[in-house]
């Protein structure tokens, strides 16, 4: 018989059944479509959760940063500084509002935007409309220094929180700092609703605004009018239910996470070779993924770490390839200030560990030990 497949991340239900809860409730008063209680519910219970004022429910967290640049008015021309070590879905829609990304390279602490890079970036873009940047695998960003440069500038900055929910910096949380944050509630995130996402902001107004372009732009009339384009990007009524039943877990989540984290830490300490991504200073990850980059000087590389897992039916993955190295944005500028490109020495050097908070400890055990068995 095959070993049991161990998983990187995958959907984690309540053991009580709260998401069950919420969607009968859904069913019973039929608001089964297309807005209705969960919907406006998920909102303000996320917006409490992570201490802002408003919040809008969408169909992804792709569509959540599509509406932060809408909202910003990112258009035809304009540039937007970008991290280069990211998800795609955080530079796609750079690209839906016809502007133009300029991808920043990372630090070595956080591995998320290096704030001299930025600083670079503006010396040779003094105008960009906008800023992103990410909390990769749950670890915030160098966010201080980020947003005096972004205020010194006047330009607005977007967190895309979609792998740090939960996440603090300095105690506050990540999603929260800049004009808008976004969440994603994919499969494999910390919290799932099976596909969703959230936009929030201390704008009611832009955000409202959102809610009437994410549900098509309908104007208030008895017929369809249309003023404006719009886009069917609200969540449903149903996925609703679902994150209203995460949100009761998510803390469960984190330390569940954490536990997971500390446990290959202790267990790869006597090894040279492997280092954990790193808990910078003022930070309180959520652990969403724990990555290790293996020494370039050492005999195992990251691709027979990932076969061996594979082998016993254990899924890992490469740290996310910039998008200065993609294909689809090769013609894109990268600004980086060390000699060496910190984002293509993590993409080169990480591999993403199973992070699955249904591991028991004999499971993260076997994870440990055919890693520790090639070394
Ligand atoms: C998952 C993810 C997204 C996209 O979220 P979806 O809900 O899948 O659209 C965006 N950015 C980052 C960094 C992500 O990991």
């Known amino acids: 018989m095959e070993n049991k497949k161990i998983y990187l ?6 053991k009580e059944g709260y998401e069950q809860e919420y969607i009968k409730e859904a069913f019973e008063t039929n608001w089964v479509a297309p807005l209705g209680e969960n919907v406006n519910k998920f909102e303000e219970e996320l917006a409490e959760y992570v201490k802002i004022k408003n919040a809008a429910a969408l169909a992804s967290g792709t569509s959540a940063i599509h509406m932060a640049f809408k909202a910003l008015e990112v258009t035809d021309g304009d540039i937007v500084f970008c991290p280069s070590l990211t998800f795609s879905a955080t530079a796609n829609p750079i690209i839906y509002q016809n502007a133009t990304p300029v991808f920043i390279d990372s630090e070595e602490d956080s591995w998320n935007m290096d704030p001299n890079a930025l600083e ?38 977007i967190e895309d929180a979609a792998e740090s929910l939960g996440a603090t910096y300095k105690g506050k949380q990540t999603g929260t700092f800049g004009k808008y944050g976004i ?12 596909g969703g996402g959230m936009l929030v902001s201390d704008d009611k107004e832009r955000i409202e605004k959102v809610r ?44 569940k996470k954490t536990e997971i984290y500390n446990t290959y830490k202790e267990a790869f ?15 309180n990850p959520n652990h969403w993924l724990s990555v ?13 770490i990932i076969e061996a897992l594979e082998k016993e039916n254990i899924e890992s993955r490469p740290v996310w390839k910039p998008m200065h190295m993609q294909p689809v944005f090769k013609d894109y500028d990268y600004i980086q200030v060390a000699e060496k490109s910190v984002s293509e020495d993590l993409f080169n050097r990480g591999v993403c560990l199973p992070s699955d908070t249904k591991m028991d400890k004999e499971d993260i055990n076997r994870v440990i030990e055919v890693i520790k068995g090639l070394f």
């Not at 991340?9 to 309540?14: D, G, K, R, T, Y």
């Not at 969440?183 to 099976?194: A, E």
């Not at 009524?237 to 679902?242: E, L, P, S, Y």
């Open 9 to 14: 991340a995958s959907p984690h239900m309540s």
């Open 269 to 283: 300490k006597d090894i040279p070779d492997i280092e954990m991504q790193s808990v910078p200073e003022n930070t």
């Open 120 to 157: 670079k970036a503006f010396e040779k873009y003094p105008n960009p409309k906008a800023v992103i940047i990410v909390h990769l695998y749950g670890t915030p960003a160098k966010i201080d220094e980020i947003k005096e440069i972004c205020d010194k500038h006047g330009v607005p900055l």
């Open 212 to 255: 009437f372009w994410s549900t098509q732009s309908r104007e208030k009339a008895r017929h369809y009018e249309h003023n404006e384009i719009g886009y069917n990007y609200r969540m449903s009524n149903i996925v609703a239910g679902i994150g209203r039943g995460q949100l009761k877990v998510l803390d469960d989540r984190i330390a």
């Open 183 to 194: 969440y994603s509630f994919n499969g494999n995130k910390i919290i799932t609703t099976s």
């Open 292 to 304: 290790i980059t293996i020494n370039s000087n050492s005999k195992v590389k990251p691709i027979d």
